[in-house]
């Protein structure tokens, strides 16, 4: 468990860099605001199984475009949509989706769907291209998600009452 969450620490810390070697790239995100509650929980869930199958299960392997579309996608649904706080969506989404790789033959059972996913997410308005402008495209996609993260933290944060 705490490899996986070091893993998952990793990719994120990756993910606040603009444009590295790791592949990180900007593209256009879909309009993911229709979906909500269960509905928003069940696509996360897909979108994130997607990501660690893609970049885990052989002959199921996606481009850097469309790992961002990937992972940038899920960061839309779990911020922006359920409001969950970092470790909520890791224990939630990310955890059982590292464990279902230990489970025979999810590789086969999952790797389709990722097609599927990726199909989705373009039909709300993704794209599995590299914006033209990088840099622009780095500048925004930190604002949206540097605003969403905090929403979802404050949204989760308990509530302070003073008492006398």
């Known amino acids: 468990m705490g490899k996986r969450i070091a893993m998952v620490l990793a990719a994120a810390m990756l993910c606040g860099t603009p444009a590295l070697a790791d592949g990180k790239v900007f593209v256009q995100l879909p309009d993911l605001s229709s979906y909500s509650g269960t509905q928003a929980e069940d696509f996360l869930r897909r979108v994130v199984l997607a990501n660690v199958v893609?970049?885990?299960?052989?002959g199921f392997g996606?481009?850097?475009?469309?790992?961002?579309?990937?992972?940038?996608?899920?960061?839309l649904l779990a911020y922006g949509r359920l409001r969950l706080d970092t470790d909520s969506y890791d224990d939630a989404f990310y955890g059982p989706a590292f464990d279902a790789l230990d489970a025979p033959g999810t590789c086969e059972t999952?790797?389709?769907?990722?097609?599927?996913?990726?199909e989705e997410l373009v039909r709300h308005g993704g794209a599995r291209e590299p914006?033209?402008?990088q840099e622009g495209a780095y500048e925004e996609w930190r604002a949206l998600m540097d605003?969403?993260?905090?929403?979802?933290?404050?949204?989760?944060?308990p509530v302070k009452v003073k008492t006398k």
């Open 62 to 75: 996606i481009s850097d475009a469309e790992w961002s579309l990937l992972t940038d996608s899920a960061d």
């Open 110 to 118: 999952h790797g389709p769907d990722v097609e599927a996913v990726l």
């Open 131 to 133: 914006l033209p402008d």
């Open 54 to 58: 893609s970049s885990n299960c052989a």
């Open 147 to 157: 605003r969403l993260q905090a929403e979802a933290e404050a949204a989760s944060a």
